[in-house]
């Protein structure tokens, strides 16, 4: 299991649409997400996601999210992303998926 919380300093509104860009790309295929939790922050916004793995990350990251960054928001994209801080659940639950830890 991979997980990780990002701090973005962007506006929200630049999370919207890149959020519905995502979904539309991916169309709902399981990527190994296994949750995705955004929220407005007084910086910009911050994300938590958790996924099956790192490699799975990595590779939704590369396929999709990247591109779709790039297309949306080429020229006003920082040096390089955000980082992200790595941490490992002490509890997750997500009955209707079958996760339990």
Partial sequence: MYCFVQ???API????RLHSEINA????RDLGL??????????????????SSKEAC???IEEYLAPAMT??????LQSG?????????????????????
Avoid at 25 to 28: E, L, P, S, V
Avoid at 34 to 51: C, Q
Wanted: proline letters at 10%; aromatic letters at 8%.
């Fill in 25 to 28: 790309r991916t169309a709902g």
């Fill in 34 to 51: 296994l949750l995705h939790v955004a929220r407005e922050s007084a910086g910009g916004f911050s994300i938590i996601e958790i996924w």
């Fill in 13 to 16: 509104e630049m999370y919207d």
């Fill in 71 to 76: 297309e949306l928001f080429g020229d006003q």
């Fill in 81 to 101: 992303p955000p980082p992200m801080t790595e941490f490992e659940p002490r509890g997750l639950l997500i009955p209707s998926a079958g996760v339990l830890i």
């Fill in 7 to 9: 701090e973005v300093p």
């Fill in 58 to 60: 990595d590779r939704a």
